[in-house]
Structure formats: C-alpha cells, structure tokens
C-alpha cells in the first residue's frame, strides 16, 4: 500500500469520525499507513460516540462468533487504556467495577442465575449473590430486590475521552483529519472507488473505509449497494450526587446505572426506532429516573443534571464489517448498535489488519455486509 499522503491523496480515507473511525486510523496509523479522516461534524466523536455511557460488558456465555468478538475486544481494553495514556496523556477512566445485575422476582431470578449456570460452565465468570449479599457489595440498592448476580470482568471507560484519545494517537503517527465537511459524492473507476468528493473537490485515496454509523446507510446508497443500516435512539439521564453511592454497574428492571469516577451517575437508556431524531424527551427521562428510584431509592434526591439522546448504528444481523459487495477497496464498519465502545479496539485492529494484510486475527466472515 502506497505510504505517501497529500493535499488530495491519501493511502485510505475514512469517512466517519466517531470511535469506530478514530479506531481504525489508530490501528491504521500504528501499521504505518496515514489515513484521512472525514467528518461532517466539526469534532470527532460528537454522536453515538459521545452520547452512549461506555459501558464494557460481556455477558453472553456462548462461543458464537459475535459473544467471541465482544471478548476479544475487552481483553484489548487494559492494555489500550495504558498505551493511550502514554502515548496521549489523556486518561479514559477504564475501570474493571464489573457489573451487579440485579433481580426483584422469581422470573427475573431464573433468567439471570441459568445465565450465570450457562458462563461457569463454559469457563466465564459470574457469581449467584443472596440480596444480603449485593446489600454488601452496594448497600445503596433497594431493600425490595431479591438478589444479584455478578459479572466481575465488566467494566466501563469514559467514551468522549477515549475518542480524543484515539484521535490524538492517531494523528501523532500521521493521519489526517478534515472535519466539519461532508461527503457529498464518490467518484469511481469500474468496480473502484477512487475519491470522495467534499465542498465540491475531490480527495483521492487507495482504499476507502465507511464508518458513519447510523448514516452509514446514505452513503452506501450512493454507491448502488442496498445495505440497510438503521438509527436507534437511546436516551441517558445524568445525575450529580456526593458521596458516589455505587462502585459497581447496575443493571436491572431494563436500564443500567454507571457511576463515574467524578460521582456523577448515568441512567439509559432506552431502545427507540423513531429514525434520525435526537430530540430528549420527558417521557424517555422519566423512564430512566422512575427505573433507577427503584433500583436505588435514594437517587431520588440526587441532583439532575440533564438528559441527552444518540443515535445508534442498526444492522439487523449485528456488526457489518468488510468489504462492500462489488467493491475490493470500500470497507464497511459499522452497525454496532449497543456495543460501539466495547467493539472499537477490535474494529479497529481487524479493518486495519484487513487492510494491511487482507488476513484478519480473527475471521470476518459471519460480519461480512450483505445486500438486503
């Protein structure tokens, strides 16, 4: 792959600035390739990037190719959270708390311990805790739950950070970043794409990565290949209360609670197909605010602070990564929905292996994009 990059050229061109595509630069950048990264908003990792709690879990107990890539990528997280301290000076608070997901009745109960029964007996961890047993670990939580199961490995990393933190990596080993400008067209040579066109000029690359998101769909459209790649709305509640009231995650009654390490509590999120609107509503607040009162009763005098909504990439296979169908040098990265923070470092190391090496550490295949 050529190594030289310009005004107009680069050796790869990615479109997306959020964590998936500050990843894979990174990776990129590491391998000695400088890529160019395109966004239309003015800083990196404004959307889903920045909009989602950071959450790092890993619960699924099976060896299916999905669960298996969400472990890979959290193994990555200890190494990459030192690597990027290092390298950048900015801390992105990865912190192993793990996850207390807890339970108020029998049904919840049997749906959570044959989990934890399914993980131990395929060598993961989780613990059946009695209520006493969470009130230890979290007295905060309601005198009403029956229980708890615990997940030890799970942890969560402050995401905005993480994002500038992979930007600023990347762009100390030479990439490029043109932000605040839109993709409007490509420009394509027989079953290649050889630029992108932006404010009327185009840019030339070698090989081109889509990692837009939920507007990764637009821009696959404009290259003829019907890959449907849908936006979900989440929306988080922040809350401010000293001292902080939980070291661990808390997940039950469908929302989880993430402390950070300032002592500020986020409470998401919800699960909303009602296309590109980001509005935050009362509704989706208070259904964050009357879930975690009850979870933890004494959130209720906490101080709120606001409430914010994303947009999250869907694919209803789960993670589209690889080449896009009739074209060798197009990658697609995206349709993480939930999992765009714990998947980052490993899209990013695979697309860039992909790229570099067209052998990837782990296979690609069962995330291959398909036409609908």
């Not at 600035?17 to 391998?31: D, F, P, Q, S, V």
């Not at 007996?121 to 009130?135: D, M, N, P």
């Not at 209720?300 to 060798?328: E, S, V």
Request: hydrophobic share 45%; aromatic share 6%.
């Amino acid at each position: 792959m050529e190594k030289t990059l310009n005004q107009n050229h680069a050796d790869v061109i990615i479109i997306g600035g959020g964590i998936i595509g500050c990843a894979i630069a990174y990776n990129l950048a590491k391998r000695d390739v400088k890529p160019l990264v395109i966004d239309k908003a003015t800083r990196v990792g404004t959307e889903a990037s920045w909009a989602g709690a950071g959450i790092l879990t890993s619960h699924a107990s099976t060896h299916e190719p999905y669960p298996m890539l969400c472990r890979a990528s959290l193994a990555l997280y200890p190494t990459l959270a030192e690597e990027l301290r290092t390298e950048t000076q900015i801390d992105i608070e990865f912190i192993r708390s793990g996850t207390l997901s807890v339970f108020f009745n029998q049904a919840e109960a049997a749906g959570l311990i044959g989990l934890a029964d399914r993980r131990v007996k395929r060598g993961f961890s989780a613990e059946v805790l009695t209520a006493e047993e969470t009130w230890q670990l979290e007295p905060a939580l309601a005198k009403s739950i029956a229980g708890a199961v615990l997940f030890p490995e799970d942890a969560h990393v402050r995401n905005p950070r993480m994002v500038t933190a992979l930007a600023k990596g990347a762009a100390k080993l030479g990439a490029r970043f043109l932000l605040g400008n839109p993709v409007t067209n490509f420009l394509k040579e027989e079953e290649r794409v050889i630029g992108v066109v932006i404010n009327g000029e185009t840019l030339y690359a070698d090989t081109f990565v889509i990692a837009a998101g939920c507007w990764a769909g637009t821009l696959i459209d404009q290259l003829g290949v019907p890959i449907q790649v849908e936006p979900v709305r989440g929306q988080i509640v922040l809350v401010e209360t000293m001292p902080p009231p939980f070291q661990h995650i808390v997940d039950g009654l469908g929302i989880y609670i993430v402390p950070r390490a300032d002592g500020r509590i986020l409470l998401g999120a919800t699960v909303e197909y009602v296309g590109y609107n980001k509005t935050a509503t009362v509704d989706g607040a208070k259904q964050m605010i009357d879930a975690g009162v009850a979870i933890a009763p004494q959130l209720a005098n906490a101080a709120f602070a606001q409430t914010w909504a994303g947009l999250r990439p869907y694919a209803k296979k789960g993670p589209i990564l690889g080449y896009l169908p009739g074209y060798d040098n197009v990658a697609l990265a995206t349709g993480h929905f939930k999992n765009g923070i714990l998947l980052a470092p490993i899209t990013g190391q695979l697309i860039a292996e992909l790229l570099t090496t067209r052998e990837p550490s782990l296979s690609l295949q069962p995330f291959q994009p398909e036409i609908a």
